[in-house]
Each structure stands twice: as structure tokens, then as C-alpha cells.
């Protein structure tokens, strides 16, 4: 069965620490992993991952696919009480379009 | 324009009611998508459809469950005689066509008392 997990599923940091966040993937003809981040309700999308080893960067945040040893971070340095919320991993298998989803990482920034 | 819209934003109703559920998408998106967010658990597909037709209706959990969409937009979620474990965030999704990327809505929550 197809699956994604998250680690850690919670995490409390203060203002300005670095933080790293995984996410680990078993599925049949991978075709691309998404990270969103999710405030209140609706998730907002933050990349796209297709390629081993090939680092997606916007701003403070960063993320890397690792095909081979099926698992993905997301990282957030300098970390500001605006990146609270929760941040949920999720992929595309070939044939589907639907989005299989972990149940995300809760990371509070506490000033 | 903007994003993709649902409405209405917070639903109560009682068990054994029906209720309809809206979303409008994205401009131009032809792949419109439905997931369930229940408390404590993760995003969970419902159906998928590509311009008016569900090829992927593989997570509606009963046939109380069904969709439609017409015009290659707006879409509405049907849950019958709603039970209290339909109690959920209800969100919908569009992309372009073929297309990975999805961009939510703001959900729709439903609280079945």
C-alpha cells in the first residue's frame, strides 16, 4: 500500500533556530512530491519535487528530494512566528492524479 | 482570477440530512479534485475530475457520496442522510491539466450534530 510518514509530528522551536522536517514515501512509479503548508484551512502549496538530489529553494525555505533512499526534508532557517502551522507532505504515483498525503508535521516558532 | 472558492464556509446541520457542497476553481484549471480533512487525521482524496468527467472516484467512502460538475467548472459535493462521522473539513483542489501541482480552496466545515 502506498504510504507517506512524517517526522517529527510536532515540533516547538524559537524564533531564529533552523529546523529540519521529514518525509518518507513508499509508492509504486513515484512520479512527484509536494510540501504545503497549512495554516488554518487551506493548504498552500511551497514546491514540487520530480528530481533526485536537485534542491528546490524560495526564501528561508529549502527542499530536496532523495529518490534512491525515498524520502524528502523540508528546511526552514531563521524561523519567524509566521511559519507556525502545520506542513504536509504529499505524492503523485503514476496513472493518478490524486494527492496521497501524510499527516504532517505541527512546528510552532515560539518568540 | 483569484483562487479557487468554496462555499459555504461552515456547515451545521442534523443527521439524516442531505447537504450540498460548493467549489469554483481556478480560471482555466480543467482538473478540479475533493479531499476530506477529519479532526486528527490527514488529507484524504475523494474524486478527481478532468473537465466535467470523474475518472477517479476510487475515495468516496459510501454511496451516500457523490459529485458532479458541469461546465468544465463549478463542482458541488452531495453527502445524503449525513451521519456525524461526516464531520469534516471539506476541501477542494484544482490544477491545469495533467498537471501535479493542486491549489486549494479555503474548505468548507462540516459539523453534523
Known amino acids: 500500500e502506498d504510504k507517506v510518514v512524517q517526522s517529527p509530528l510536532s515540533l516547538v522551536v524559537h524564533e531564529g533556530d533552523t529546523v529540519t522536517l521529514n518525509c518518507s514515501y513508499e509508492v509504486t512509479n513515484f512520479r512527484s512530491l509536494l510540501w504545503y503548508k497549512q495554516e488554518k484551512k487551506a493548504p498552500t502549496f511551497l514546491f514540487m519535487l520530480t528530481s533526485s538530489g536537485i534542491e528546490k529553494k524560495s526564501g528561508r525555505l529549502s527542499s530536496i528530494l532523495d529518490k534512491k533512499e525515498l524520502f524528502s526534508i523540508l528546511n526552514i532557517t531563521a524561523t519567524q512566528t509566521g511559519d507556525s502551522a502545520v506542513y504536509l507532505c504529499a505524492f503523485t504515483g503514476a496513472g493518478s492524479y490524486q494527492l496521497t498525503f501524510g499527516k504532517g508535521t505541527k512546528l510552532s516558532v515560539i518568540p | 482570477g483569484a483562487g479557487v472558492s468554496q462555499s459555504p464556509s461552515n456547515k451545521v446541520t442534523e443527521k439524516g440530512k442531505d447537504v450540498e457542497l460548493r467549489c469554483d476553481p481556478i480560471?482555466?484549471?480543467?482538473?478540479l479534485y475533493w479531499y476530506r480533512q477529519s479532526l486528527g487525521q490527514g488529507l484524504e482524496f475523494l474524486i478527481y475530475?478532468?473537465?466535467?468527467?470523474?475518472?477517479?472516484k476510487s475515495g468516496l467512502p459510501s454511496d451516500r457520496f457523490s459529485a458532479e460538475r458541469t461546465g468544465g467548472s463549478v463542482s458541488t459535493l452531495t453527502i445524503q442522510r449525513t451521519q456525524q462521522e461526516d464531520s469534516a473539513v471539506y476541501l477542494c483542489?484544482?490544477?491545469?491539466?495533467?498537471?501535479?501541482?493542486?491549489?486549494f480552496g479555503p474548505g468548507t466545515r462540516l459539523t453534523v450534530l
Open positions: 475530475f478532468q473537465g466535467n468527467s470523474a475518472p477517479d
Open positions: 480560471s482555466g484549471h480543467t482538473a
Open positions: 483542489a484544482s490544477s491545469q491539466e495533467f498537471a501535479d501541482t493542486q491549489y
